[in-house]
């Protein structure tokens, strides 16, 4: 090959691996071992993982190993990145209470001067990461109030963990689903109390109060069914806004199958 040749062969090379699709996670993967080891319940964690299972599970070694080879400077589009840190932010908090497991809560694992949240949970694309800079330095930066309804911090009140990831051709639909799934739920999303005037709410709507734009009451509103939207509107100032107790306990298999022989 001519040195002209060669040359023209290498840029075209370099264009080839500039434009190649990002390697991502494996959300086939995910979406069967979600499947597979998390089950929906009545209870308040609405689904339960079994972290038992996972911690000897080498699929979600896999998985872990396919998030960390994804590289999310090439996502394209804002519903691509938000689908793609919703999923990384869910499992890298399965990751971190499954390397940990078995204990009673997320918190546990870290300490009044060294929480959970700011330790690495994982690495994607060559660096590491804890669920702390995931969720406020990209998540709540992107302007999404619904992320809220969708990251799942292995606790009961979290919001539902969803069985199956986040895509960005039905990121709006699988948003809209999980936050009106929650709200309706009345021992953690938000709760109608009409003889003293109050509502109940989760205190996730109370501590990212900032990331409603017309406020967390207002979203609440837009969000339950329309008998409950017209009451809320109609109290006006009389309003009593309450926060629930926010139960901390892992949304664990085990502890629900302790329950149930309780």
Not at 90 to 110: C, W
Not at 186 to 201: H, N, Q
Request: proline share 6%; aromatic share 8%; glycine share 4%.
């Amino acid at each position: 090959m001519t040195t002209p040749m060669r040359l023209l062969a290498m840029i075209a090379l370099a264009l080839t691996l500039k434009t190649a699709p990002a390697q991502a996670m494996d959300l086939d993967l995910y979406a069967a071992l979600l499947e597979r080891h998390t089950v929906a319940v009545d209870d308040m964690a609405s689904t339960r993982v079994d972290y038992g299972a996972l911690k000897k599970s080498p699929e979600w070694n896999r998985l872990v190993r396919s998030l960390g080879a994804s590289d999310p400077e090439q996502l394209g589009s804002r519903a691509e990145r938000l689908a793609f840190w919703i999923n990384a932010y869910n499992i890298l908090a399965i990751e971190i209470v499954r390397k940990n497991h078995p204990i009673d809560g997320i918190r546990s694992i870290g300490s009044l001067l060294s929480p959970v949240w700011k330790k690495k949970a994982g690495s994607i694309g060559g660096r590491d990461y804890s669920l702390d800079e995931i969720e406020h330095q990209i998540l709540r930066k992107m302007g999404e109030p619904r992320i809220h309804a969708a990251i799942v911090c292995a606790s009961n009140s979290c919001p539902p963990l969803r069985r199956e990831p986040y895509r960005a051709d039905r990121l709006d639909a699988q948003l809209e689903d999980n936050v009106r799934r929650w709200l309706a739920d009345p021992r953690k999303g938000a709760r109608i109390d009409r003889a003293s005037k109050t509502l109940w709410l989760s205190p996730i709507l109370d501590w990212f109060e900032e990331d409603f734009p017309d406020g967390a009451v207002a979203f609440v509103s837009r969000h339950v069914p329309q008998s409950g939207a017209d009451w809320i509107r109609a109290q006006g100032p009389a309003l009593r806004i309450r926060y629930f107790e926010y139960d901390w306990s892992l949304n664990d298999t085990a502890a629900s199958s302790k329950r149930s022989a309780d």
